[in-house]
């Protein structure tokens, strides 16, 4: 009992109708999905078949489904005509088809009617078994559909619209008060304002819709984000409660993985519940991606490299040779992942963001001539990397007046101001961001909230609160960290090692950070204030001599690899 609900087709002759015909695929696609017993391909990857103009045969076997729905829908006058069909995949062969002819105030009726139609064909001996749609309300309806359309074209930008963002949100908010008895309406409200990053907004929403009908996976899904962006460990209940209700819906289980993955929990339960999500939206490159990084940071590095060779199998765009150029950066062939961004460039001449990557890799390998080439105006990013603080500091410190809202801006001046001496200066940017509480209150921490938190460890020790310093290292739990094979760990690790004076444990840990796949950043093993006592430590000095190592490895590695590939730094000749 598995399909697709493929997008509907607009044969309206206002081609703005399209949101009216995608919007019932994606509102029946989701009420299918609360059938219990019914497999339903994810949204992502029922667009891209559609897109990619696959015949039955291919979609059904890529997207691993018996069945596919297709449908149109034509809006004249007064009129609606919906036409919908159940194909069977293997054959092509068309089961069952129905045409309805209604009023325009009727069309969530016809979505309710061809669910429950397609429910039977699927499971005619199971009764009248059917979910509700979203909302009964034609003008909630309606709302709701306009709504998710532009929601949507914000999640497919690049960048955010922030215009259309909130519109969609009006959209919800009316919606919600058309049917304020509607659970889903509330719930995407919460959604898309979460989306904005208004948390504080979406608790009234989100209560209102768990108030309404806690038993909606979308619901539990919604509130474990909630949670989540509040920093509260509800959000795993949340997220599992999600999968409980669905078991097919993939968001959940990208949810639930991703917060399993950053709480150290099972990670065996963390590879499943991605390859879950990635096998019910098999077309979505984000699921590899996903997978791939969890993968690649789990140093389970031959697992990662199976998801490359099936990602590379079903795309072939600039985006996907991204993805490929990140993962490769993870098991540290760092030459590689040049040669796959310059494929991306090549594949995308006008997108910069191709070539900040490049400059950034160039970079990480010690090029800083090529990258400077790349990118001549160097980000803050680039310049923290290059270890150029002093012009770190100058740039951030008018964009921190510019961008109020961006915490990673504060963690990385306040490393700077570490770097050069500045201490106090580096504690008060830090506690512009919340820190410590921000650490200490909160259960889900972010990297950067980490990486955060020990720029304030070290900036105290560095302005002589030592014993405060100290007190704060030791909520840093090293040996869990420890065992994690990325440098990354293994640096913090030993820097909250180091503050606490436990010298011994803090160079074992450090030399362990030879070990990691993926290049480390040079600044925070050079630059850290709890690395400083070490320097003239032979085994400190070992790893500084390691990292060096290997990037000049890579560096004369790089011409052959990029021969190999057949690319070069040149830019392309503009067709």
């Known amino acids: 009992n598995s399909l697709a ?17 995608e919007g019932l695929s994606d509102e029946l696609r989701d009420q299918l999905g609360r059938v219990a017993g019914i497999r339903v391909a994810a949204r992502s990857s029922s667009v891209a078949a559609r897109a990619q103009e696959l015949d039955a045969l291919t979609i059904s ?22 036409s919908v069909q159940l194909i069977e995949g293997e054959s092509g062969l068309v089961l069952w088809s129905r045409n309805f002819e209604r009023g325009p105030r009727e069309l969530v009726n016809v979505q309710h009617s061809i669910a429950m139609l397609l429910v039977q064909q699927l499971m005619p001996d199971a009764g009248p078994l059917t979910a509700e749609p979203a909302t009964l309300n034609y003008t909630a309806n309606e709302l709701m559909l306009l709504a998710r359309h532009k929601l949507q074209q914000v999640r497919d930008s690049q960048e955010v619209d922030v215009e259309v963002l909130q519109e969609s949100i009006r959209l919800y908010r009316q919606a919600a008060e058309a049917d304020p008895e509607s659970a889903l309406a509330h719930s995407r409200l919460a959604n898309a304002l979460l989306y904005l990053g208004d948390i504080e907004a979406a608790e009234a929403p989100i209560f209102r819709a768990l108030t309404l009908d806690p038993n909606l996976s979308e619901v539990q899904n919604t509130l474990g984000s909630f949670y989540w962006a509040k920093g509260l460990p509800e959000a795993g209940m949340a997220f599992e409660r999600a999968v409980e209700l669905n078991p097919n819906n993939a968001d959940a289980l990208a949810n639930n993985a991703y917060w399993r993955w950053f709480q150290k929990l099972s990670v065996d339960r963390v590879a499943e519940y991605y390859a879950r999500a990635l096998e019910l939206d098999p077309l979505s490159l984000a699921r590899y991606a996903a997978l791939g990084e969890f993968y690649g940071q789990a140093g389970r590095l031959d697992d990662m490299h199976e998801v490359i060779e099936r990602m590379q199998q079903n795309f072939d765009t600039a985006d996907a040779y991204r993805v490929t150029s990140w993962l490769l950066e993870l098991d540290g062939r760092i030459d590689e992942s040049v040669a796959w961004a310059l494929r991306a460039r090549d594949r995308e001449p006008d997108n910069p963001d191709h070539v900040s990557k490049l400059a950034e890799l160039y970079t990480l390998m010690g090029d800083f001539e090529t990258a400077l080439q790349l990118e001549p105006e160097p980000s803050i990013g680039l310049l923290f990397l290059m270890r150029r603080y002093e012009e770190l500091i100058d740039q951030a410190e008018f964009m921190v007046i510019e961008q109020p809202q961006d915490v990673n801006l504060r963690y990385l001046l306040a490393f700077a101001y570490n770097a050069t001496g500045q201490f106090e200066s580096a504690i008060h940017i830090l506690s512009t961001t919340g820190q410590p509480d921000t650490f200490l209150q909160q259960k889900v921490r972010s990297a950067a909230d980490i990486e955060g938190y020990f720029s304030l460890v070290n900036a105290l020790a ?11 290292a030791g909520h840093f739990d090293a040996d869990l960290w420890e065992t994690i094979p990325d440098w990354w760990n293994k640096a913090f690790g030993a820097c909250g090692l180091a503050i606490m004076e436990q010298d011994d444990k803090a160079l074992v840990l450090l030399k362990r950070v030879m070990d990691s796949p993926r290049l480390p950043w040079f600044p925070v093993i050079l630059d850290s204030y709890c690395f400083q006592q070490y320097a003239d430590n032979p085994d400190y000095q070992m790893v500084v001599h390691h990292v060096e190592e290997r990037q000049a490895a890579k560096r004369k590695q790089l011409p052959l690899t990029l021969a190999e590939f057949g690319v070069t730094l040149d830019q392309p000749p503009m067709n």
């Open 462 to 472: 560095g302005a002589g609160q030592t014993d405060l310093a100290k007190e704060l």
């Open 61 to 82: 076997e890529r997207l691993r489904v018996a069945h596919l729905v297709e449908g149109s829908l034509r809006r004249a006058g007064d009129k609606l005509r919906v």
């Open 5 to 21: 609900v493929l997008p509907f087709v607009n044969t309206s002759q206002d081609p703005a109708d399209a949101w009216l015909s």
